[in-house]
């Protein structure tokens, strides 16, 4: 009975002692919606200073089939133009995508296939795993994760980290260095994990895109910042006898299944 009750009480000092409280949360002190604002209008200045992007962006990531890898090739030009390239082997090009106001074309040159639709956030899922239109991967590219008329609505700060709210759903987080850090919305979140600006760089260096079922890292390389494009950047031409594709026919080219693929040669 004595060596029960020694059993007992020694199990329960061991389960008392690592039950440590948790850290009570930081306070929520109510921030003023002008000073929210008047930071996301200097972020958004930082962001359209942005007007060119060309260079590579490497993506590796985790969907419902396994893991992916692949390298892209990103051209924008603001506001409108945006093209993005797949790259496969020894540099050879499996899709290249090109948006602007009037939609999106994209076009596979090794089977003379192409798409052409107005959303250009649809086909984009299908092709990188999460809808973004043109205007979103410029605002996640260039550090804000979000467009520029996008309102907030409430915001407060909890500890160094300043939270807005936002009309359409979702939040908005920045650092006390005043860089934005994640944003959440209704179709992704994004998450900053460098300190890009306190390095004085014009762009983050990596990114973390994510739904419910993907997480996306995409890591910018030989970016250049706001040089002069080719005049036909923009320009895709539909080679004679492609044939067009419905939305639904692209599956197999997307990204997230070039893991896939090259396993099962």
């Keep these: 009975m004595i060596a029960r009750r ?13 039950c440590k409280p948790r850290a009570p949360e930081a306070p929520r002190i109510p921030v003023d919606l002008s000073e929210i604002e008047s930071s996301l209008r200097q972020r958004d200045r930082e962001s359209q200073a942005i007007r060119r992007y060309q260079g590579f962006v490497r ?6 089939d396994g893991s992916f890898h ?4 990103v ?3 603001r506001p409108n133009d945006l093209r993005i390239e797949l790259l496969g082997p020894f540099g050879s090009t499996r899709w290249s995508a090109v948006a602007s106001e009037n939609g999106i074309r994209v076009l596979f040159p090794g089977s003379k296939e192409y798409v052409e639709e107005l959303d250009t956030a649809d086909i984009v899922g299908r092709l990188l795993g999460i809808p973004l239109n043109a205007e979103e991967v410029m605002a996640l590219l260039s550090g804000v994760g979000i467009p520029p008329d996008v309102e907030v609505i409430s915001a407060y700060r909890q500890g160094p980290v300043t939270i807005g709210m936002l009309a359409e759903g979702g ?7 005043g860089q934005v850090s994640n944003v959440q919305t209704r179709t992704y979140r994004v998450s900053y994990s460098t300190s890009w600006k306190k ?6 260096d990596r990114l973390l895109l994510s739904t419910e079922s993907m997480r996306i890292t995409l890591s910018a ?10 005049p036909k950047a923009f320009e895709l031409e539909v080679p004679d006898g492609a044939v067009r594709l419905k ?3 692209v599956a197999g080219e997307a990204v997230f299944v070039v893991t896939k693929i090259s396993k099962s040669k």
């Design 6 to 18: 020694l059993v007992f009480l020694v199990a329960s000092l061991f389960f008392l002692g690592g």
């Design 59 to 64: 993506i590796r990531g985790k969907g419902p």
């Design 70 to 73: 692949g390298r892209l090739v």
């Design 75 to 77: 051209i924008f030009e």
């Design 171 to 177: 939040r908005l987080e920045l650092a006390e260095d």
């Design 199 to 204: 390095r004085r760089r014009q762009i983050p």
């Design 221 to 230: 390389e030989d970016v250049d910042i706001n040089v002069p494009l080719d």
């Design 247 to 249: 939305p639904a026919d």
